[in-house]
T-cell receptor, first 113, second 112 residues
Framework: NAGVTQTPKFQVLKTGQSMTLQCAQD?????MSWYRQDPGMGLRLIHY???????DQGEVPNGYNVSRSTTEDFPLRLLSAAPSQTSVYFC????????????FGSGTRLTVV | QKEVEQDPGPLSVPEGAIVSLNCTYS??????FMWYRQYSRKGPELLMY????GNKEDGRFTAQVDKSSKYISLFIRDSQPSDSATYLC????????????FGDGTTLTVKP
């Protein structure tokens, strides 16, 4: 029972490089989201999905792409990394849209130099 | 103006104290109210959630929602050093249930 698995845990990128942050859940959750967490700024929603094939933008989507081809996986793509994207990224999933809340992954710490 | 404002802290209390953590919000469409706890360098974990107004109790934790004042609180009784963490409030609008809006968090330290 792995819950939400994020890989990698740590990553250093050079400005302009692209990469994909992986997120997988084994709980058959329909709802999945990506957040970034910066010091003093809480969690900000990047993109979210309410089911396979359905994605939508959150509060801070610029510079990121997502797709949801299966219920289990929700990868986040950084198109051309910038120092402003240095952050901790959390993937989260929930069974439905009620207050049952999210199960979060352990995060990916990304540094862009 | 942010939709969700959380008392910034940090908060430092002695062991055994009663702790009050608070958030205000501006979106009257919010119906689900959650509290998460986040230990250092870990992902947030759900503590409690409530639907609409009222109170909910779980052990030493009590969540209160006052929709008329757009104000929510989390109370921790008999606080323990293991409660030292950052606490995040979060809210959902039922018409857009894929999105949760988070407060910035309050960092709590409980001293033995």
């Amino acid at each position: 029972n792995a819950g939400v698995t994020q890989t990698p845990k740590f990553q250093v990128l050079k400005t302009g490089q692209s990469m994909t942050l992986q997120c997988a859940q084994d709980m058959n959750h329909e709802y999945m989201s990506w957040y970034r967490q910066d010091p003093g700024m809480g969690l900000r929603l990047i993109h979210y999905s309410v089911g396979a094939g359905i994605t939508d933008q959150g509060e801070v989507p610029n510079g990121y792409n997502v797709s949801r081809s299966t219920t289990e996986d929700f990868p986040l793509r950084l198109l051309s990394a910038a120092p402003s994207q240095t952050s901790v990224y959390f993937c989260a999933s929930s069974y439905d849209g009620t207050g049952n809340g999210y199960t979060f992954g352990s995060g990916t710490r990304l540094t862009v130099v | 103006q942010k939709e969700v404002e959380q008392d910034p802290g940090p908060l430092s209390v002695p062991e055994g104290a009663i702790v009050s953590l608070n958030c205000t919000y501006s979106n009257s469409a919010f119906q689900y109210f959650m509290w998460y706890r986040q230990y250092s360098r870990k992902g947030p974990e759900l503590l409690m959630y409530t639907y609409s107004s009222g109170n909910k109790e779980d052990g030493r934790f009590t969540a209160q929602v006052d929709k008329s004042s757009k104000y929510i609180s989390l109370f921790i009784r008999d606080s323990q050093p293991s409660d030292s963490a950052t606490y995040l409030c979060a809210m959902k609008d039922v018409t857009n249930a894929g999105k949760s809006t988070f407060g910035d968090g309050t960092t709590l330290t409980v001293k033995p």
